[in-house]
């Protein structure tokens, strides 16, 4: 599984920024997918995740800290998810990592548990 990630950059406190992962090299029945983020000499920890089938989209999720603004949404054609930050912060400065899982889980916010990986974007937030 490859998944290939793009949509990072600077911008300005309050504006807007639109992440955007293909996944590739498998196909499933069902998509579990997601992003991370990881800021300087901090955790990595969940953003968003989202789950689809077909053309149906059954789940999302979001972390409390971009809740009203953030979405995560996908192109089930393409095996593509996006994440579209709005209201963008300072403390949403980080390298963004896409993430998939190969089978659904109890919980998808937990770093450990996620079985690929895209490589990072970085996302810088000027105050």
């Known amino acids: 599984v490859q998944l290939q990630a793009f949509g990072g950059g600077l911008v300005q406190a309050g504006g807007s920024l639109r992440l955007s992962c293909a996944l590739s090299?498998?196909?499933?029945?069902?998509?579990?997918m997601g992003w991370f983020r990881q800021a300087p000499g901090k955790e990595r920890e969940f953003v968003a995740q989202?789950?689809?089938?077909?053309?149906?989209?059954?789940?999302?999720n979001y972390a409390d800290s971009v809740k009203g603004r953030v979405t995560i949404s996908a192109d089930s054609a393409v095996n593509t998810v996006f994440l579209q930050m709005n209201s963008l912060k300072p403390e949403d400065t980080a390298v963004y990592y896409c993430?998939?899982?190969?089978?659904?889980?109890?919980?998808?916010?937990?770093?450990?548990?996620?079985?690929?990986w895209g490589r990072g974007t970085l996302v810088t937030v000027s105050s």
């Open positions: 090299g498998r196909i499933f029945v069902s998509y579990y």
């Open positions: 993430a998939a899982w190969a089978r659904p889980r109890r919980s998808y916010t937990n770093a450990g548990d996620v079985d690929y």
């Open positions: 989202t789950a689809w089938s077909g053309r149906n989209i059954f789940y999302t």
